[in-house]
């Protein structure tokens, strides 16, 4: 009987978009962030580089079988230095639906390149807590638009290295058509909205 195939990897998946770890240091180090939920994750463990517990959501199969194989994902987080315990879950569902965790008990929300995440799973972010969105299908344009948003940070990125900028934060997210989007136009166009300034992602506070 022939072999069964090994499961794809984080440290495969980081040669299509890279290793985000600095990324999460960085927001690590500014804010105190001890739990995340990463909805539309696929392989990338990054987020449990620097927050103790991450809860991971994605309906692909393959990022089911990572998740599954014993001993795997801890495996992966000590081969690339993380010697702290790390608490991880993965739920094996769309995340608009609703998931099998309690409202308002996440410091981060995590949503990139998965759709429009902020929307369906706001409601799992604490009071204060953070959401980290990128421009992907408008969700950072959708959250700006929010009034229970603060937006208070763009993320950088250049090369390797991530970089938390909260200077002049008016000129981050401004579009550039001088028709302004409405979150139903960004709804039904399900891209990003074209911006003056790009970032790598954008982070707001939950009023």
């Not at 799992?124 to 969105?133: H, Q, R, S």
Request: net charge negative; proline share 7%.
């Amino acid at each position: 009987m022939p072999s069964r195939t090994p499961p794809p990897t984080w440290a495969s998946y980081q040669g299509s978009i890279g290793d985000r770890s600095a990324l999460f240091a960085a927001l690590a180090q500014r804010w105190r962030i001890d739990s995340a939920l990463y909805p539309g994750c696929y392989l990338d463990l990054s987020p449990s580089t620097a927050i103790a517990d991450v809860t991971y959501v994605d309906m692909d199969k393959r990022a089911a079988r990572y998740f599954s194989s014993p001993g795997l994902a801890d495996q992966e987080l000590r081969g690339h230095g993380v010697e702290d315990e790390r608490r991880f879950a993965f739920i094996h569902a769309d995340y608009s639906t609703p998931l099998p965790i309690p409202e308002r008990s996440v410091d981060l929300l995590i949503s990139l390149y998965a759709g429009l995440v902020t929307e369906s799973c706001r409601r799992y972010v604490k009071d204060g807590g953070l959401i980290l969105a990128n421009a992907s299908h408008g969700d950072a344009s959708l959250a700006a638009l929010d009034p229970t948003f603060e937006f208070v940070a763009a993320v950088l990125h250049d090369d390797h290295d991530y970089r938390v900028d909260a200077t002049e934060l008016d000129t981050y997210l401004v579009p550039r058509s001088r028709s302004t989007p409405t979150p139903e136009s960004i709804r039904a166009s399900g891209r990003a909205v074209p911006l003056t300034r790009e970032a790598f992602a954008y982070l707001f506070r939950a009023r």
